[in-house]
């Protein structure tokens, strides 16, 4: 079952699943966002919208993601005083040019996607130079074996999400980012809030 279709069953369940449970979260994550007067954002994996609520005014967001059925969702979302555009694409290909964001957020995608590397250099090339990625996943940690994780994986990656993904290992392959800030986002840190910046 591909990503699209999934998504497009799980359209209508999302957010009772995962609403309550990331607020929060995404509120921290969204507060990194500072002065964003002026700023073009794009929203990787935007979903059903739930980050769209929390941003602050002034800046020009665009929101991305593979699935109609959660665009629609998400277009109910967008405030009246934001500008948001939306438009159906895939995070691993990005439909833009280089360096045209000036902040990328990347809520709940990273693990998601069948590569998360290629999603984390397709964010990094549409990033300007001195710009930064907000991530909030799950991950593991390298070396870590989390057992249950890892057999759960196979099960659910092709349906929701991968339970298996270490950044460590993806930060290698995009070395234009470095690491800003990188902490625990609940307690036990398997989800976590990353800041990355890209070099000038």
């Given at each position: 079952?591909?990503?699209?279709?999934?998504?497009?069953?799980?359209?209508?369940?999302?957010?009772?699943?995962?609403?309550?449970?990331?607020?929060?979260?995404?509120?921290?994550?969204?507060?990194?966002?500072?002065?964003?007067?002026?700023?073009h954002?794009?929203?990787?994996?935007?979903?059903?919208?739930?980050?769209?609520?929390?941003?602050?005014?002034g800046?020009?967001?665009?929101?991305?993601?593979l699935?109609?059925?959660?665009?629609?969702?998400?277009?109910?979302r967008?405030?009246?005083?934001?500008?948001?555009?939306?438009?159906?694409?895939?995070?691993?290909?990005?439909?833009?040019?280089?360096?045209?964001?000036?902040?990328?957020?990347?809520?709940?995608i990273?693990?998601?996607?069948?590569?998360?590397?290629?999603?984390?250099?397709?964010?990094?090339?549409?990033?300007?130079?001195?710009?930064?990625?907000?991530?909030?996943?799950?991950?593991?940690?390298?070396?870590?074996?989390?057992?249950?994780?890892?057999?759960?994986?196979?099960?659910?990656?092709?349906?929701?999400?991968?339970?298996?993904?270490?950044?460590?290992?993806?930060?290698?392959?995009?070395?234009?980012?470095?690491?800003?800030?990188?902490?625990?986002?609940?307690?036990?840190?398997?989800?976590r809030?990353?800041?990355?910046?890209?070099?000038?």
């Open positions: 079952m591909s990503l699209r279709h999934s998504y497009t069953l799980l359209a209508p369940l999302y957010d009772r699943m995962v609403a309550r449970a990331t607020e929060s979260m995404r509120r921290k994550s969204l507060a990194r966002l500072g002065d964003v007067q002026g700023r954002i794009l929203l990787g994996g935007v979903g059903s919208g739930l980050d769209l609520p929390l941003l602050p005014e800046a020009h967001y665009t929101g991305i993601d699935t109609p059925a959660m665009l629609r969702r998400a277009r109910k967008i405030p009246l005083n934001r500008d948001v555009r939306l438009i159906e694409g895939d995070m691993m290909a990005l439909p833009f040019a280089r360096e045209v964001f000036d902040v990328v957020v990347l809520h709940l990273l693990a998601v996607v069948p590569e998360p590397a290629d999603a984390l250099r397709e964010a990094a090339r549409v990033l300007r130079p001195g710009g930064r990625i907000l991530i909030l996943d799950k991950f593991l940690r390298p070396g870590q074996l989390a057992l249950g994780r890892r057999l759960l994986n196979p099960l659910i990656r092709h349906i929701a999400t991968r339970t298996d993904v270490v950044f460590e290992h993806l930060l290698p392959l995009t070395p234009s980012l470095r690491v800003l800030t990188d902490e625990p986002a609940i307690p036990g840190g398997w989800f809030h990353i800041e990355l910046h890209k070099r000038l």
